[in-house]
């Protein structure tokens, strides 16, 4: 075991491409309890879902985990992406990347609804121009409206772990603050489950605190090597997280009759699971990846997570009505490659043009006003 001083920046390659390949597996695990693990009665049709494929409906139920990994993944991500920025370049990276596709998402969302409502077709979604309004914001919730999106929830909740991160970049990043800023969210995660105060909950967000964490101390190890220090507080980060975890789980609990409420036991083990594999794609043989495909299905992995259910499941849903004969399992498959066919095109059009776009210009606008923002000389400075 390594000391706990750490012997300083390794290099390595700038993209791990088995981290691509692991968010595309989250958005896959999400997209599995969408289509397949849901417990709402009669949501294919007559037949329940559980009758039709009780083995793929079984694990499916857990699908929502997905996005717990995703938060351990974007630790890690997020933590790598910020060292060496400073708090307005992280912010502009952030807004050119989450924007675009959210945006283009929203409004197909939106489309997909005024289309409906013209073929007299049911619409799960409502749409108003405050809510479209409220919805392009990212932070719906908050405002008091419903989400046109069905799973940017998730969004908002990074979006706050994006402004702690900001926060530490105004002092600096260092292998010394990270720790200190991942034992002191830890610490301020189990004193906001003490207090039950709506207001440093919001900021802590105590039920994620844990998966946060234990990604950054993933890349502290990536970057900077292993060591005790380390390896202790991932282990405080993973107890911590099982721990909350039921509340999650409590979450879930609503099942139709003769169907079991999900297993903590079951949960915690696919929990371990995801943090194990972002430890071996991170500090482990999985570093050592290549496979450009992995970083391809990394970019689709966005656009698909956004788009996969609130127009995913329309689709799949219109193709059964279509083509009854279809069956609701191929009209499932038939959408999810419709979703990646949508999400590649969001991609190369939307999410590289549009992102750019912004980029540069966000990018001029900070250069002009930190020029603005520096002191005229004196005549008598100039003339010494």
């Known amino acids: 075991m ?24 989250a958005a896959l695990m999400v997209a599995a309890y969408h289509f397949v693990g849901t417990p709402t009665p009669h949501f294919w049709g007559k037949t329940e879902l559980r009758d039709l494929a009780p083995f793929l409906h079984e694990i499916s139920r857990y699908g929502w985990l997905g996005v717990e990994f995703f938060f351990v993944i974007s630790g890690f991500v997020i933590c790598m992406s910020c060292w060496g920025r400073t708090p307005a370049q992280f912010t502009v990276s952030r807004v050119t990347r989450l924007f675009p596709a959210y945006w283009c998402a929203v409004l197909l969302v939106v489309a997909l609804v005024l289309v409906s409502r013209m073929g007299h077709w049911a619409a799960a979604t409502r749409v108003d121009p ?70 440093i909950d919001e900021f802590v967000q105590p039920r994620y ?77 999985l570093t050592r990846l290549r496979w450009r495909w992995l970083v391809s299905a990394g970019v689709l992995t966005y656009p698909f997570y956004l788009v996969h259910q609130s127009i995913g499941i329309p689709v799949a849903k219109g ?30 059009t939307v999410e590289r043009r549009l992102g750019r776009l912004l980029r540069r210009h966000l990018a001029l606008d900070i250069q002009r006003q930190a020029r603005a923002a520096k002191p005229t000389p004196t005549r008598a400075e100039v003339t010494g």
């Open 209 to 285: 605190t844990g998966l946060f964490v234990a990604g950054i101390v993933l890349y502290l190890m990536h970057r900077f090597g292993q060591s005790l220090l380390l390896w202790l507080l991932l282990g405080f980060a993973w107890s911590y997280e099982l721990t909350v975890l039921e509340l999650r789980v409590a979450d879930h609990a609503t099942v139709p009759p003769g169907e079991s409420r999900p297993s903590w036991a079951v949960c915690a083990a696919v929990v371990t699971l995801c943090l194990a594999l972002v430890a071996l794609a991170g500090v482990g043989p």
């Open 2 to 25: 390594a000391s706990d001083t750490p012997p300083g920046p390794r290099s390595g390659p700038a993209r791990l491409a088995a981290i691509d390949g692991l968010r595309l597996v």
């Open 319 to 348: 193709l059964l009505r279509a083509f009854p004969g279809l069956g609701p399992l191929p009209s499932m498959a038939v959408s999810v490659l419709c979703m990646l066919g949508l999400s590649m095109l969001i991609h190369t």
């Open 130 to 199: 405050r809510t479209v309004l409220g919805n392009l914001t990212m932070a719906p919730g908050p405002l008091g409206l419903d989400l046109v999106d069905g799973v940017a929830w998730t969004l908002w909740v990074e979006a706050r772990f994006y402004l702690l991160m900001a926060v530490l970049l105004v002092f600096g990043l260092s292998y010394r603050r990270v720790v200190v800023f991942c034992g002191g969210w830890l610490l301020a995660g189990v004193i906001a489950l003490e207090l039950h105060s709506p207001l």
